[in-house]
């Protein structure tokens, strides 16, 4: 019976609700044909904008030169993992304050942002005098991580910014 209440309610707002749609059309002396025309041409136009973003989306990004999508995959278990990256950058590379820079916007505090320039930056680290927080980035994160290992996280950095 409860159920048979709140289903008549839902059915009288809904029919509320369009009849007041169909009224404003008519009470305001214009052409219901005429009227629905750009709201129609309105709703196809947002799939059609919606499928060439997702087009750019999907569109192959041209990676740096030696880099491949392999690295980037290893590159990112690296960054969360033994590498230690998201300790001070994030776990999704936003940076964290007064600790560690952003890595997904266009501003490099150091470098370009090329992938080269990554690499270089986390080989030889940052001193505390050029860090903007005052906290030093040790070469290779101040872990053990192998040089490979070092290309593939920076392939993965240099991801997070494009």
């Known amino acids: 019976m409860e159920k048979n209440i709140w289903r008549l309610m839902l059915v009288a707002l ?15 002396g214009g052409d219901e044909a005429a009227d629905a025309a750009p709201a129609q041409a309105e709703v196809t136009a947002a799939p059609e904008a919606e499928m060439e973003m997702a087009e750019a989306d999907a569109m192959p990004q ?45 501003e490099w505090i150091h470098i370009d942002g090329s992938y080269e320039q990554i690499v270089e930056n986390i080989m030889s680290g940052v001193t505390a005098q050029e860090s903007s927080s005052g906290v030093p980035m040790p070469a290779k994160g ?20 494009q």
Do not use: F, R
Request: charged fraction near 15%; aromatic fraction near 4%; hydrophobic fraction near 40%.
């Open 14 to 28: 809904v029919a509320v609700g369009l009849s007041a749609c169909s009224g404003d059309a008519n009470a305001n």
């Open 62 to 106: 041209e990676l740096p030169e030696g880099v491949t999508e392999a690295m980037i995959e290893e590159g990112k278990g690296i960054y969360s993992g033994a590498g230690i990256c998201m300790s001070c950058h994030g776990p999704a590379g936003e940076g964290i304050p007064n600790l560690g820079a952003n890595l997904v916007d266009d």
């Open 142 to 161: 101040g872990t053990a991580i192998t040089d490979d290992q070092v290309k593939a996280v920076a392939a993965y950095v240099w991801t997070l910014s």
